[in-house]
T-cell receptor, first 114, second 118 residues
Framework: QQQVKQSPQSLIVQKGGISIINCAYE??????FPWYQQFPGKGPALLIA?????SEKKEGRFTISFNKSAKQFSLHIMDSQPGDSATYFC?????????????FGGGTRVLVKP | ETGVTQTPRHLVMGMTNKKSLKCEQH?????MYWYKQSAKKPLELMFV???????ENNSVPSRFSPECPNSSHLFLHLHTLQPEDSALYLC?????????????????FGEGSWLTVV
């Protein structure tokens, strides 16, 4: 119930291409879906987040698409740049539940080739 | 700089040692967390504190002992660890759970403490 499944595990994309990472969840009580970006040697940092009342959220080159009925959400990185090379984690939580506990996906290592 | 500082950044300890990881946040938050990140598993929540009170212990073995003396500081005391405990330990903070602010869910991570148990 608490799992968040993320795919693919790794991704190689050419500079200027589109990176797509998918996540699926089981718990319908989840109502907050953030994506975190982690560079080597650093902690994860919030990239973008969405709540189920919208189907898409865009911030710069990063877009989250959300499909509530399918219990899936995805991150699209448009015009991928070498500086986007990092590990990306999707996560989910219940904002009203005590504890503010994030359940993370397994991560996707993205490599953008120049 | 995320506003969450962890020390030490790297720690090597024997299985019989006692050591501690320290975390300090400068964000004015009232909730703090310990997460474990290893190569084989997703980021795992270990402990949660809200206003210095522990609200979550995610079935963590007693060889890990957290301490939260105030809302800005969090420690993880380590004792009699096993080699499989080697991992990156991440501290994080957020606004307290009672906040109705939509940003209240945003968790800010430190850079982590790399722990190797030999």
């Amino acid at each position: 119930q608490q799992q968040v499944k993320q795919s693919p595990q790794s991704l190689i994309v050419q500079k200027g291409g589109i990176s797509i990472i998918n996540c699926a969840y089981e718990n319908t009580a989840f109502d907050y879906f953030p994506w975190y970006q982690q560079f080597p040697g650093k902690g994860p940092a919030l990239l973008i987040a969405i709540r189920p009342d919208v189907s898409e959220k865009k911030e710069g080159r990063f877009t989250i698409s959300f499909n509530k009925s399918a219990k899936q959400f995805s991150l699209h990185i448009m015009d991928s740049q070498p500086g986007d090379s990092a590990t990306y984690f999707c996560a989910a939580s219940m904002s009203k539940a005590a504890g503010n506990k994030l359940t993370f996906g397994g991560g996707t290592r993205v490599l953008v080739k120049p | 700089e995320t506003g969450v500082t962890q020390t030490p950044r790297h720690l090597v300890m024997g299985m019989t040692n006692k050591k501690s990881l320290k975390c300090e946040q400068h964000l004015g938050h009232n909730a703090m967390y310990w997460y474990k990140q290893s190569a084989k598993k997703p980021l795992e929540l270990m402990f949660v504190y809200n206003f210095k009170e522990q609200t979550e212990n995610n079935s963590v073995p007693s060889r890990f002992s957290p301490e939260c003396p105030n809302s800005s500081h969090l420690f993880l005391h380590l004792h009699t660890l096993q080699p499989e405990d080697s991992a990156l330990y991440l501290c994080a903070s957020s606004q307290d759970f009672s906040s109705s602010n939509p940003q209240g869910n945003t968790i800010y991570f430190g850079e982590g403490s790399w722990l190797t148990v030999v």
